[in-house]
């Protein structure tokens, strides 16, 4: 992908590199460190082996991951986040914060219904 392939506006810039809630988690998963595809498909479930896969290949082409093979028998592959996937550390923070704060909402909200 190239600049001049990416929208104007910076929040839609992001939307279309993250395009799917599977890239978010994935994230999550590699921001506590290196993981191989078993782990990162145990811990993503239901997500199917072709999903993870792909969600993988489109990261690592936008470089968000990097994706490191061992020569050995069976095969080992490792994935990490890049500095630039590391960089989206804050925006999951925040997600979460916000997820946090509107699950509290919702509480107080099913409350509020339940006492009235």
């Known amino acids: 992908m190239e600049v001049k392939d990416l929208p104007k506006c910076p929040v839609e ?12 988690l994935i994230i999550r998963d ?3 460190g290196t993981k191989r595809f ?22 690592e ?22 500095d630039v996937g590391y960089s989206l550390a804050g925006i999951l923070d925040s ?3 916000w997820g946090a704060g509107f699950k509290k909402y919702l509480k107080l909200v099913s409350k509020s ?3 009235n």
């Open 13 to 24: 810039v992001a939307l279309t590199i993250l395009n799917t809630k599977w890239k978010f």
């Open 30 to 32: 590699l921001l506590e």
């Open 38 to 59: 078993g782990e990162l498909k145990k811990s993503l479930k239901p997500i199917t082996q072709k999903v993870l896969t792909t969600n993988l290949r489109d990261m």
């Open 61 to 82: 082409d936008m470089g968000l991951v990097e994706r490191k093979v061992y020569r050995q028998s069976p095969p080992k592959v490792e994935y990490t986040l890049t």
């Open 95 to 97: 997600m979460a914060d």
């Open 113 to 115: 219904r339940n006492e």
